[in-house]
């Protein structure tokens, strides 16, 4: 996977948050995938996957930059580390700038194509912010 194959994804990424669509979110993502957000259950496939992108959205998540950092091939897996910038317009809150790191890890598919299978990220703010 090229760098700017990752820096597709990270458009693709910010573009799913941008336009609140979750399904466009879910598709990065392997079959398998496995996505481990913060102060959640990790979540497996792409159904689960949908809903919580889903459930993201509906917290206010309303802008998402991602900045790939480094990129590492090791045969059919590209390890990504980078940061990120979360715009949160909360219902009935002040809006807030989320910033921390993630590691990503894509894998390529029978396709042809690349996928994510596995996605942690947590924030670099205080716990409470």
């Known amino acids: 996977m090229t760098v700017a194959e990752v820096n597709a994804v990270a458009r693709a990424f910010h573009d799913g948050v941008a336009n609140q669509d979750p ?3 879910a598709r990065l993502y392997a079959p398998e995938g496995r996505f481990l957000p913060p102060n959640m ?5 792409r159904g689960a996957i949908h809903a919580a ?3 993201l959205l509906d917290m206010g ?7 790939p950092i480094e990129v590492r091939e ?8 980078g940061r990120y910038t979360l715009g949160m ?7 807030m700038t989320d ?3 993630y590691i990503v890890v894509h894998e390529a ?3 042809g194509s690349s996928k994510i299978v596995l996605d942690i990220f947590n924030s670099n703010l205080p716990a409470g912010m």
């Open 61 to 67: 998540a309303r802008s998402l930059d991602i900045e």
């Open 74 to 81: 090791a045969g059919d897996l590209t390890i990504e580390y």
């Open 89 to 95: 317009e909360p219902e009935g809150a002040d809006a």
């Open 23 to 25: 399904e466009a979110l």
């Open 41 to 45: 259950e990790p979540c497996v496939g």
């Open 99 to 101: 910033l921390g790191k």
């Open 109 to 111: 598919q029978e396709d």
């Open 53 to 55: 992108m889903q459930q």
